[in-house]
Structure formats: C-alpha cells, structure tokens
C-alpha cells in the first residue's frame, strides 16, 4: 500500500526484476563492506600483537596501529549506518511493488535483535573497545 493506503499499481516484469535485483545487490554489498572491514581489522590485531610480542612495552607503532584500529571501526560503524538505512528504503521499496516478497517478509518470525543492525552497530562498537582496551593497557 501506498501512503495514502491504495495498493500499489504492479510493475512490469522487467522492473520488477531490477527492484529484486537491486535488493539483491544492496544485501551483497552491505555484507561484503562488513566482511572487508572484519579482514582488515583482524590483520591489524595480528599487527599489533606481533608489535607487542617483540616489544612488551607499549610502542609508538603498537599505539599508532591501535589508534589506525579505533578510526577504522569508526568508519566502519558510519559505514555501516549509512549502508543499512539505505537496505531499509531499498527492502520497503521491495516489500511495496513485490508482493511475494512482501508476504515473505510479514509471515517469517522475528527476533528481536535485528540481523542487519548487529552487524552495522554491535561488530563495529566492539572493535573499538578492543582497540580503546588495548589502548588504555598498553
């Protein structure tokens, strides 16, 4: 249904395909940017932690690592935000002009925690406090 509650007009088939194959596309590529970011910052752990094995006490290459770790996880977290409200306008778009999909959606069970809202947030923010945590002991 519309905003003003009339069911939507049906798409043709050809743009109907491009609306699954964008929602398609939009998922892949929210979860490829979280799998980058998780590889990029398991390379910079297995960097720190061989900076810290050969100089116990904390070095200025140990804290500059950390702190490229924290920034990225930011960028990660805003990456992620960004991406997940935009899957959130491209799977409402979905739901409104596919109709299957649409009953997909409503009769599959819920949990509470959103999938797609522990990868853009909780991942990210717990890399940071890694990194604040190695930071602070370090």
Do not use: C, K
């Not at 979860?31 to 200025?60: C, D, E, H, K, T």
């Not at 990225?72 to 299957?100: M, N, P, T």
């Amino acid at each position: 249904m519309d905003p003003e509650g009339r069911s939507p007009e049906p798409l043709p088939n050809e743009a109907a395909s491009r609306v699954w194959s964008h929602l398609l596309h939009e998922d892949n590529m929210f979860m490829q940017r979280g799998n980058f970011f998780i590889v990029a910052q398991s390379m910079l752990i297995v960097a720190y932690s061989a900076l810290v094995v050969q100089m116990p006490i904390a070095s200025l290459s140990g804290h500059a690592v950390a702190v490229f770790g924290v920034l990225l996880a930011i960028v990660w977290l805003y990456v992620g935000h960004r991406h997940r409200r935009y899957l959130q306008h491209v799977d409402r778009r979905a739901r409104h002009y596919l109709s299957e999909y649409a009953a997909t959606q409503g009769d599959r069970p819920r949990s509470p925690l959103s999938t797609t809202a522990l990868l853009a947030y909780m991942l990210p923010s717990l890399t940071v406090l890694v990194w604040v945590t190695l930071l602070i002991m370090g």
